[in-house]
């Protein structure tokens, strides 16, 4: 059971002052303004329903994969779909501004942690892409 006390009331305030402020950054409104765009496509729509349908019956078909090579070609279909889902312009504006909004939350959580510690490590949840690749040992020119 939660008891409020003078702290607990004040917490809930800066929180909610946190909130307000996140929700005025620009890259909040960009988010916003990127899923209004994303969900408002009515064609982009429509394909993302239709490839979850056929993503899902692919999936219940999954476990025969090596008895019916049809199968396989059916996959590869799926993953072309998916990565032209993935460039359509409102998608990849909608995963621009998620990555983007996502560091500025990744820096808050980051300073908030730094109050209580600085021992506190805060693992962020965007990937940073390095030169080199994955392993390091690709080397891109």
Aim: glycine fraction near 2%.
């Amino acid at each position: 059971m939660l008891i409020y006390n003078e702290e607990t009331i004040e917490m809930e305030k800066l929180v909610d002052e946190l909130i307000d402020s996140l929700k005025e950054n620009g890259q909040y409104q960009k988010l916003v303004e990127a899923k209004k765009h994303f969900l408002s496509n009515r064609e982009l729509q429509n394909e993302i329903h239709q490839f979850e349908l056929e993503r899902n019956q692919f999936l219940e078909q999954e476990a025969y994969l090596k008895y019916r090579p049809e199968l396989k070609a059916k996959k590869l279909t799926l993953i072309r779909q998916k990565r032209k889902l993935d460039l359509q312009a409102d998608t990849a504006d909608l995963k621009l501004a998620e990555y983007e909004f996502q560091a500025v939350l990744d820096s808050c959580l980051a300073s908030i942690a730094s109050c209580f510690s600085e021992s506190i490590e805060v693992s962020t949840t965007n990937f940073q892409i390095k030169k080199g690749g994955h392993h390091g040992k690709c080397h891109v020119n």
